[in-house]
């Protein structure tokens, strides 16, 4: 055979077999795609598909700094989040996805008004019993949103019973998930992410690939999301405390604090509950605890009863403010071990002299 013959030959092969060429490095550039794969629910053999292969050589470069960069900010809050996941039942890889919305950063804000590191906007933060309010916003509590996030992704996991259907439907909503499962006919993912049918937008199907592409570096990485110095650990603190004040107690620096709770807008805790649940480094637990005494709670509650009976859509915090009182009282009173409530509930309110003398004029 002629050499002119043998080259042509080996560009034929080069030819008709770059994608799959480019697959098995896929896999072999990253083997972690196995326990990643299987932890959202994809079969193993998307790996080797076109659309995913190259998105992965197109961004593999920047998700990797991306990677990198996202990890600094949040080593404080991974281990947190990791066992928060794992306690719920759910992959500790779904921290990827928080990662892939946030870059982990609590204050994150989208045009969509949308905050935090899982960036809930206002209206879905509310359906999750997170509080936002001028001074307060709970979508940026570490803590808080990731248990609404939680809440939400099982949910979503429960109506499409796959994780990757559920994190695709955490980003293009539950209706047009369903609609685009329909026009499919199907829910399998190299179908959905189909680039030339179009049934998920583009945003969508490049996010769960983020979030995949990012799980496998950093579970191939094999990086300690914690250290003996890098844990968090929750405290309470009572209500009206200054961050400054606090962190002065624990020897840090106020900045320092406050990016642990972004939460608290104005650096200081709202004085409208006894206390609020603060994060301090893992490091400073002893200080704290040596140093800070929460006050007695008195007793918070009201001495007039008024009687309600719950309406569609009504939540403890849209009565509490109607009454003046707040949704911990109404709790107490009424032996709620939780927040939910149902339609015509009949709830036993505390109020003050001023609330109860108007509700007896309007009766």
Known sequence: MSIKKSISKIILAAGVFPLFSFA???????????????????DQSYVYDEDFERFVLTHESQIMSFYQHSLKKGKNFLPMMRGYLLEDGLSDL????SMVESGFSPSAASHKNAVGLW???????KHYKLEVC?????????????????????????????????ALAYNCGEGRLAKA???AGSDALP????????YLPLETREYIKKILLVAMIGEGLALEFSSANSGMFEVEVQGGTKL?????????????????????????IPSDRFSYTVAIPEEKMILFYLRYELPEKKNPIKPFMVSHYVTLGETLEDIAAN???????????????????????FLVIPVNHKVFISCSQKK
Request: with cysteine.
């Open 323 to 345: 009454y003046e009182t707040t949704a911990e009282e109404i709790k107490i009173v009424n032996h709620l071990s939780e927040e939910y409530l149902s339609v015509d509930q």
């Open 181 to 183: 499962i329909e026009r």
């Open 244 to 268: 400054s004040e606090l962190a002065k107690l624990l020897e840090m620096k106020p900045k320092e604090l406050l990016g642990l709770n972004p939460q608290f807008k104005d650096e200081i």
């Open 24 to 42: 098995f490095s896929v896999a072999q550039k990253y083997p972690s795609y196995t326990y990643v794969f299987s932890e959202f629910g994809v």
């Open 191 to 198: 179908i959905l992410l189909d680039e030339k049918e179009k």
């Open 94 to 97: 779904f921290v990827y996805l």
């Open 119 to 125: 960036q809930f906007i206002p209206a879905t933060a």
């Open 134 to 166: 001028q001074r307060f916003d709970e979508r940026c509590d570490p803590a808080s949103s990731t248990n609404a996030a939680i809440a939400y992704l099982q949910k979503l996991h429960d109506r499409f019973g796959k994780w990757y259907l559920a």
